[in-house]
């Protein structure tokens, strides 16, 4: 290849990416004008904050707790047993085969 064709071959190549990246910047472009043009307020995504009511004080101091006081009358959870049978009513399933 001579030295003209591969400066041919250059300028080719720099003329296709020069106008690659006018395309993509066109494009770009293009499509920020588009948003723009079409949503001009931005959504809220959450409500604005607002101040919440003071609460009144209370008169009444809250209630003594009493020792021996009244316990629940639901029976307490019982932890996870196996099943009556265990491994006695199971059959072993695996078989090993011995080569030899």
């Known amino acids: 290849m001579s030295p003209d064709d591969r400066k041919r071959a250059y300028r080719?190549?720099?003329l296709?990416?020069?106008?690659m990246v006018a395309a993509g910047l066109a494009i770009a472009g293009l499509s920020m004008a588009e948003i723009k043009a079409?949503?001009?307020?931005?959504?809220?995504?959450?409500?604005?904050?607002?101040?919440?009511?003071?609460?009144?004080p209370q008169d009444n101091p809250p209630a003594e707790s009493k020792p021996?006081?009244?316990?629940?009358?639901?029976?307490?959870?019982?932890p996870a047993r196996p099943d009556a049978g265990?491994?006695?009513?199971?059959?072993n399933t695996c078989t090993a085969v011995r080569s030899g």
Request: a positive charge; charged letters at 25%.
């Open 12 to 14: 080719k190549d720099l």
């Open 16 to 19: 296709l990416a020069s106008a």
């Open 38 to 56: 079409r949503n001009p307020q931005m959504a809220q995504a959450t409500q604005p904050l607002q101040s919440s009511p003071t609460p009144a």
């Open 68 to 78: 021996g006081g009244e316990r629940p009358t639901t029976p307490a959870p019982e």
């Open 86 to 91: 265990g491994k006695e009513g199971r059959r």
